[in-house]
């Protein structure tokens, strides 16, 4: 069993759309959570990052966490097709800065 | 804004070649990464450095190496390419806002 699952989609919604993308992971040891945005021949960028059970918020794009279900999400309002886009959760391992990433999911959103 | 850069975005290397791949970041980061993206499997952590002249082994540095003579500089080295080694390569830094990527060397071994 992997570590961090993530479904890879595609994903597919409308403009407008609330888009839904979740990761679940095994390690209790993970405390700080992340979301990356990969675009098509580009490089990660981070998006979000959150510490503690909850959500938060930043513009359209909420984070949240659910640590006794080892369950994040990250929720997308008001979709752009601007956000297609391939979704990475990442979680940093308890020694030193190395990242355990999920396999991403590829979101479209249709115009 | 930091900037990573990786040397190639496109490489086509025959079996039992050896490959450099080179990566420069513009900060004074000390942690560099490499990272190789394939369909389904997500990123997964080859070797990382944490200082001049310092390594560690990721999760999967069978047949490769790496090299960091300069902070600036770290570099990936394919011993001998082999065709499972086709894939997107990724370079990183880790700053206090997380990690910058580079855009990717994308790989094709044949």
Redesign the interface.
Known sequence: QKEVEQDPGPLSVPEGAIVSLNCTYSNSAFQYFMWYRQYSRKGPELLMYTYSSGNKEDGRFTAQVDKSSKYISLFIRDSQPSDSATYLCAMPRAAGNKLTFGGGTRVLVKP | DVK?TQSS?YLVKRTGEKVFLECVQDMDHE?M?W?RQD???????IY?S?DVKMKEK?DIPEGYSVSREKKERFSLILESASTNQTSMY?C?T?GE????????TRLTVV
Do not use: E
Request: aromatic share 24%; no cysteine.
């Open positions: 990573v975005r942690n990464f990272y369909p389904g499997l997500g990123l997964r952590l990382f944490y990721g990724l990183a880790a806002n997380g990690y910058t990527f580079g855009s990717g």
